[in-house]
């Protein structure tokens, strides 16, 4: 079966103490761009507020963790500011106007990759302002896999207690769920960056774009990247549909 592939990326926090967040968003869809997915299949969630902040000695930059290259140029604006919310971001997952931007318009056919990077508390993943709730996260994608709007979807959340936003996600619907933490614990920032004066990164994104950037996607499978992660980040968890983590990378981020 072959579909488009689209993918979600969303750092949920402002301020620049959080730069990490943004910073982790932007490395990947540089990453992403490289291996030809389209922009308007990608949907971009990120508050904006860290390129030209004031605190940012280099200015109109964001700074990868990778190689200190900036990643920030050309990255798309979908949803900047206030429109980075729960409510659109539910919408722009499951095609939904509402959003009033860019959604991803998925068929039975489609992949779908979702990234997020942000704060979270037990069962919240949390936006600039409000949360999404763990319970309205799962009814979305049971809605979406009823409507047949995707093949297979991916979901890659770094965020504290991470594991209890997709513990209760269902292995028959063919959703791939992996965490940074468990229902119990919190990431662990790394990276820090002198002149900045805020970490990079944190352990769990930091693996993930390390793999990333240095793999060729179609020699290597989700599972190889789980076990990659896992060498260092013993709070990573796997949910949903396992049974995914052998496809190769090429199948949800490489046209």
């Known amino acids: 079966?072959?579909?488009?592939?689209?993918?979600?990326?969303?750092?949920?926090?402002?301020?620049?103490?959080?730069?990490?967040?943004?910073?982790?968003?932007c490395a990947l869809y540089q990453i992403i761009k490289r291996h030809r997915i389209p922009d308007e299949q990608i949907v971009v969630m990120m508050f904006d507020d860290i390129a030209q902040n004031s605190k940012n000695p280099n200015q109109g930059k964001i700074i990868s963790v990778i190689n200190q290259e900036n990643v920030y140029t050309g990255v798309p604006k979908d949803?900047?500011?206030?429109?980075?919310?729960?409510?659109?971001?539910?919408?722009?997952?499951?095609?939904?106007?509402?959003?009033?931007?860019?959604?991803?318009?998925?068929?039975s056919d489609d992949e779908i990759f979702v990234y997020m990077s942000?704060?979270?508390?037990?069962?919240?993943?949390?936006?600039?302002e409000y949360?999404?709730?763990?319970?309205?996260?799962?009814?979305?994608?049971?809605?979406?896999?009823?409507?047949?709007?995707?093949f297979k979807m991916v979901i890659y959340m770094d965020s504290d207690y991470?594991?209890?936003m997709l513990k209760s996600l269902s292995s028959t619907i063919n959703v791939y769920a992996v965490t940074s933490c468990d229902e119990k614990?919190?990431?662990?920032?790394?990276?820090?960056?002198?002149?900045?004066?805020?970490?990079?990164s944190d352990q769990f994104s930091s693996?993930?774009?390390?793999f990333l950037?240095?793999?060729?996607?179609?020699?290597?499978?989700?599972?190889?990247?789980?076990?990659?992660?896992?060498?260092?980040?013993?709070?990573?968890?796997?949910?949903?549909?396992?049974?995914?983590?052998?496809?190769?990378?090429?199948?949800?981020?490489?046209?």
């Open 185 to 200: 614990n919190k990431n662990s920032l790394c990276d820090p960056d002198k002149t900045l004066k805020v970490p990079l």
């Open 1 to 25: 079966m072959s579909g488009r592939k689209w993918v979600l990326l969303v750092a949920g926090s402002k301020g620049w103490g959080n730069y990490r967040h943004q910073a982790n968003v």
């Open 118 to 128: 942000g704060l979270g508390d037990q069962y919240t993943f949390h936006f600039p």
């Open 213 to 255: 950037y240095s793999n060729d996607f179609s020699a290597v499978t989700l599972k190889k990247l789980i076990d990659f992660i896992t060498k260092n980040v013993k709070t990573t968890r796997q949910f949903g549909a396992t049974k995914i983590s052998h496809c190769p990378l090429s199948e949800f981020l490489q046209n």
């Open 79 to 107: 949803y900047t500011e206030t429109n980075v919310n729960p409510e659109n971001f539910l919408a722009v997952l499951q095609g939904d106007d509402s959003a009033g931007g860019k959604v991803i318009k998925s068929a």
């Open 207 to 210: 693996a993930l774009l390390t």
């Open 162 to 164: 991470s594991g209890s």
């Open 131 to 150: 949360q999404l709730s763990a319970t309205d996260l799962i009814e979305a994608i049971n809605t979406m896999f009823t409507e047949k709007k995707f």
